[in-house]
């Protein structure tokens, strides 16, 4: 078994106000990873860390380390640009571009301008159809994204991450804004997405985390309480604050 | 009746009774508006003739024409446009988007911008006459006008433009920037097409607005009565409000008629520009929601 990523003593700040406080964790490749925990432990501010999306907001410091391919990626050195091609991340609301779908998928790889033009439009199919997105928007993909349903927005989003190539897929809640039809086509989506690529994702639903992910990080006031395979930590939880969690004990 | 009848029944009273009294206060001012522009047009439309529209102004009203001051106004305004957009949005961009916005410099920069869009644009004359029209000695000229009024409607652009770029959901932002696309890449993909809109309106009612300026233009020397059009940067020039104001300033009544006739050219040509900047707005809207 790989790992992908090597967290360790982590701690984040934002302002005076420490977010995360010494995690360590190890993401395994080709595995989905589940976060889970009460609202405001830190389970956003974690994945932040790992593609520096932390940079953006004022005020905010991290130290620790989090090895990737034999960097650290919290170093002031590390190109932040091209480390977010390699790890990509969706986001609890589908936010598509006020483009057409086809220029949503393309948007970063233009911009990157690292692939051929000629390839644009099998790097279009592939993406969406990788998103499983491709049979119901293959004859409008000219429309604005905007015209597309939320849970279709939000595989726009997945398909548009993926054109990009990268190596992790990091998803900050993707279904909650979902409904259930919705959320069972990521769900299977994810499945697939694995056997390419490393899954990083923030749930708030016990049942999706056992469903779909195979190890789980449990997340307490910005301590990571618990880290195991996901059978293990739904069937026999080794903290007792991990057993209130899970079986709804906690708020 | 209850007591809770009672109090909805005064909040009822007070409701319609200041509805009546908003509308009142609208009806006062479009009716002076109203009685403006009828008493303009009832003047002026008589007079508002091809034959005015291009001929050279002349001492004799009923000869007199209004092309140098249409064609000034006009490319005053085109090259006003020129300096001040890209002047303004520029500074927009890096005021949101790069400056720190902690720093005291950034809090004093945005105070004076705003202090600034409230001076009165005849100290916008002032400063162009004595920097770049005797400092750098480029005289009463067409380039001169058109700078000095791209300082006057330079708060405006900025303030516009800024709101504008705020005005673009940081989740949109973050999705690029999550993308690995860089921040200039982020800007020119994004964040302008987005805030483009509102960077237009801002600006084309900024131009209106310098298009109706007489005052700095007085200062900078432009006159009103010019019989030759405006052929490089450093022409002499007329402007629309500067031959109105000419031909206001004569006792004759035939004078009074065509500056009327001047007056709606004005008005039409704002009218114009204001629509264009509505239909702009409408169209990159729709195309966006
Ligand atoms: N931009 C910010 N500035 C200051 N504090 C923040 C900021 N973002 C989050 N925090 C704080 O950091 C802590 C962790 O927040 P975070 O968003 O990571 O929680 P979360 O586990 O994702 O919660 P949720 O499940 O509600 O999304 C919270 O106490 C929150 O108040
Ligand atoms: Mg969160």
Known sequence: MTIKIKVENLNFYYGSFQALQNINIDIHENRITALIGPSGCGKSTFIKTIDRMYDLIEDTKADGTIAFEGINILDESTDVVELRKRIGMVFQKPNPFPKSISENVLYAVKRHGDQDKKDFPSIIENSLRKASLWDEVKHKLNQSAFSLSGGQQQRLCIARTLATKPDIILMDEPTSALDPIATSKIEELLQELKKEYTVIIVTHSMQQAARISDYTAFFLNGELIEFGETKEMFTAPRDKRTEDYITGRYG | ?289
Do not use: C
Not at chain 2, 120 to 146: D, H, R, T, W
Not at chain 2, 259 to 267: D, E, L, Q
């Open chain 2, 1 to 289: 009746m209850t007591r809770y009848q009672k109090k909805l029944r005064m909040r009822h009273f007070y409701n319609q009774a200041f509805k009546v009294l908003l509308f009142l206060v609208i009806v006062v001012s479009l009716l002076v508006l109203v009685t403006l522009l009828f008493d303009i047009f009832r003047k002026g439309y008589q007079t508002l003739t091809w034959n005015f529209l291009t001929s050279m102004p002349s001492g004799r009203a009923a000869r007199a024409g209004i092309l140098p001051s249409l064609v000034g106004s006009l490319v005053l305004i085109a090259l006003t446009a020129l300096i001040s957009i890209p002047l303004g949005v520029g500074t927009a961009i890096y005021l949101e988007l790069y400056a720190n916005r902690r720093s005291r410099f950034f809090k004093l920069l945005q105070l004076n911008i705003a202090n600034l869009a409230g001076v009165p644009s005849i100290v916008y004359g002032i400063l162009g006459l004595a920097i770049f029209s005797q400092m750098l000695k480029l005289g009463p000229s067409l380039i001169v006008g058109s700078i000095t009024l791209s300082l006057l409607i330079l708060p405006v652009i900025i303030v516009s433009s800024s709101e504008a770029i705020k005005a673009v959901p940081s989740s949109i932002i973050d999705g690029s920037y999550a993308l690995g696309v860089t921040r200039w890449k982020t800007i020119t993909g994004v964040i302008l097409p987005m805030a483009l809109p509102g960077i237009l309106t801002g600006s084309i009612l900024a131009l209106s607005r310098a298009m109706g300026e007489a005052a700095p233009l007085i200062m900078v020397g432009a006159v009103g009565f010019v019989t030759f059009l405006p052929d490089n940067l450093l022409s002499r020039y007329s402007a629309l409000p500067l031959i109105v104001f000419n031909w206001t300033s004569r006792p004759q009544e035939a004078f009074a008629q065509i500056a009327a006739s001047g007056i709606m050219v004005m008005m039409i040509i704002l009218l114009i520009t204001n629509l264009t900047a509505i239909i702009i707005r409408n169209k990159t809207q729709s195309r966006i929601d």
